[in-house]
């Protein structure tokens, strides 16, 4: 079983930074992939960025060049830090974890960009 549990969000104006973490509960072994996924009001879950076992990255094309997924192994931890912020990136932000082809989702957290 694995639980996610995230931190930060809330409301910044157009061009301002954010950044997210998210600390994966109950061991990293066997994890496939983990990432950040966005739920915008009105509109589906979508991709945002995530890591791929053995480091790769994956990027949404509206968000590359702005945003950076990391993570630290030492403390099981996966952050999202969101620079140049725009209206449309308001949204409902989830943790994910791929582990033996089964998804694991956090409670999600709000991040809110005014224009």
């Known amino acids: 079983q694995v639980q996610l549990v995230e931190f930060g969000g809330g409301l910044v104006q157009a061009g301002g930074s954010l950044s997210l973490s998210c600390d994966i509960i109950g061991g990293d072994f066997g994890i496939d992939a983990m990432g950040w996924y966005r739920e915008a009001p009105g509109k589906q879950r979508e991709l945002v960025a995530r890591?791929?076992?053995?480091?790769?990255?994956n990027y949404a094309d509206s968000v590359k060049g702005r945003f950076t997924i990391s993570r630290d192994n030492a403390k099981n931890t996966v952050y999202l830090q969101m620079n140049s912020l725009k209206p449309e990136d308001t949204a409902v932000y989830y943790c994910?974890?791929?582990?033996?082809?089964?998804?694991?989702w956090g409670q999600g957290t709000q991040v809110t960009v005014s224009p």
């Open positions: 994910n974890v791929l582990k033996y082809d089964l998804d694991y």
């Open positions: 890591i791929i076992s053995g480091g790769s990255t």
